[in-house]
């Protein structure tokens, strides 16, 4: 009997463990309207949360990252969806469903990536692929600079006529292309000719970004220094953190 009451304290002390151990994202939305956040693993590996779900405002949804996971997260908005989880966003849509199961988002949308590893955890707010909502990037009980990531300003409320992407009213701005998608040059793309930092330089466009958003990737060749790093964190992405 003392045995067994050993062996069960002594599970009781590792699941314990585990649970302060394991890596968790915590995604927050603090916008004054629903958001249904998309995740999307990097190749090879696991689907979290079928993909997406729906998060009402100031709700949380914890997920438990699986050691060594990486993927990006966004936030997709003005969602509606049938009994069956077919519909359509008005930004972020993972070809018109729910679950994206593994889909990416369709631009403009604000990425938030993450990359867990033995050492080092690498993660950013990137404006890439245009924006759409505020995302920061909050780590906890980590080791190391542990910084803070992300965008808070609202973009969409300085961007530039050529990029701007309107509700079907056309009276709001819902989202803000990115110049690549929105010209398709190489110049603004960093391909061809322009596929190195040394030739990919900030443009007028991107320089918007990231005055609005330093802490945020403005372009692909942008500063290193947007990608922040932890050790054995954990992390609170929170939609919205402005309001």
Known sequence: MANQFLIFAFLIILASHISVSATTMTLYNKCSHAV???IQPSAGKPVLARGGFKLLPNKAYRLSL?????GRVWGRHGCAFDASGRGRCATGDCDGALFCNGIGGTPPATLAEITLGNDQDFYDVSLVDGYNLAISITPFR????CSYAGCVS????????????RSHDKRQVVACKSA???FNSPRYCCTGTFG?????????YSRIFKTACPKAYSYAYDDPTS???????????TFCPHH
């Open 196 to 204: 190195n930092p040394q030739s990919c330089k900030p443009t007028a």
């Open 142 to 145: 980590g080791k190391g600079k």
């Open 227 to 237: 990608i922040a790093t932890c050790t054995g964190g954990s992390y609170l992405l």
């Open 66 to 70: 699986p050691a060594g996971w990486s």
């Open 180 to 182: 690549c998608s929105a």
């Open 154 to 165: 609202d973009l969409n409320t300085m961007c530039p006529a050529g990029l701007q992407v």
């Open 36 to 38: 249904w956040p998309g």
